[in-house]
């Protein structure tokens, strides 16, 4: 009885399983009209690109289980790589809205964070630094308009990768 009442003791003292970070690996792998998309605006008058994406990615954490995660974000560029004068992307930063559920547990949590880059490429292939309260969390790539077909030709469909930890 003495051994199960100091093991119930020490129980108590361990921090719980569900207070580890999470280290999020997350794959929207869509190629060809999946749960990615990607639009492009040029502003008018400038070099600057209006960024819009959107998607639901898969993602796995090897202490915490599995997630689904939707996504929506806005931002801007200077450049659109070599779809613009310039060559390259500068100044890439989309504002983030993110939706994590448990598929474990079912619950729910909001984030808001940033994507962006101070000089990445495009079209193809697209690295991107995850931020929060202005700390790197994490780090992709984005993947549309294969082909070097630049908007408003080729297609939205974008495959998106990256890790973070929250």
């Known amino acids: 009885m003495g051994a199960v009442v100091g093991l119930s003791a020490f129980a108590v003292t361990v921090p719980a399983h569900a207070a580890d970070p999470i280290q999020l690996d997350c794959s929207v792998l869509a190629p060809g009209g999946g749960n990615g998309s990607t639009h492009f605006d ?12 959107s998607g639901i990615a898969t993602c796995n954490d090897q202490q915490n289980g599995q997630y689904q995660l939707t996504f929506t974000g806005a931002g801007t560029s200077t450049g659109l790589g ?4 310039s060559g390259t992307v500068d100044n890439l930063s989309i504002a983030m809205d993110l939706t994590l559920y448990s598929i474990d547990t079912g619950t729910a949590r909001s984030m808001h964070e940033n994507w962006g880059a101070s000089s990445t490429t495009f079209p193809e292939t697209t690295p ?20 070097d077909h630049c908007p408003p030709g080729g297609t939205s469909s974008t495959v998106f990768q990256w890790t973070q930890s929250i």
């Open 42 to 53: 040029p502003v008018p008058h400038t070099d600057k690109w209006a960024w819009s994406i």
């Open 82 to 85: 070599l779809c613009s004068s």
């Open 128 to 147: 991107f630094l995850v931020t929060q309260n202005g700390a790197q969390i994490g780090q992709g790539t984005l993947i549309t308009h294969i082909f």
